[in-house]
């Protein structure tokens, strides 16, 4: 094999590998629980992304000050602000942030307040699988590997 055509293949590999690396999103993710905290950024991370994990309404508005995520994992039951609250002031400071709101299983669909700054809910408890599904049919954009 000539010189030429080896470096070629070596471009073209190096290219395929490029593209099929994993891609991150940046995940503000706001759960009072710790052990769910943990597992969800745990799987998050995994799964190539970025995750800032608070466990109050406070700890994200301060986190948002300093950090600009593409998507945020919240909690509807947070100490102090609830959740849709904090939806919707996440969203005041980022116009273009997705918020996923993460419900109480035991808290009634028609009881839940409807919000302009939530764009999908999940029931917990839940499967990653699910949150993946979540993900994907909302069609995120990853940003670029570092």
């Known amino acids: 094999m000539e010189t030429g055509d080896h470096t070629k293949k070596l471009e073209t590999a190096a290219r395929t590998i490029a593209q099929s ?9 706001v759960e009072s629980d710790p052990d769910l905290q ?61 918020v996923i709101l993460m419900d109480d299983a035991d808290l009634e669909p028609e009881t839940r307040e409807a919000s302009p700054a939530v764009a999908a809910r999940l029931a917990k408890p839940f499967r990653f699988e699910a949150l993946r599904a979540l993900l994907d049919s909302l069609q995120l954009t990853p940003a670029p590997a570092e």
Do not use: F, Y
């Not at 690396?21 to 993710?29: A, F, Y």
């Not at 986190?63 to 509807?76: C, F, G, H, R, Y």
């Open 21 to 29: 690396g994993p891609k991150h999103r940046s995940v503000l993710l």
């Open 38 to 98: 943990w597992s969800l950024a745990r799987m998050l991370t995994v799964n190539g992304n970025r995750v800032v994990g608070t466990s109050s309404g406070e700890g994200a508005l301060a986190v948002i000050e300093q950090w600009d995520p593409e998507l945020a994992l919240v909690s509807s039951s947070l100490p102090g602000i609830a959740g849709v609250e904090v939806a919707r002031k996440l969203r005041a400071e980022n116009p273009d942030l997705l």
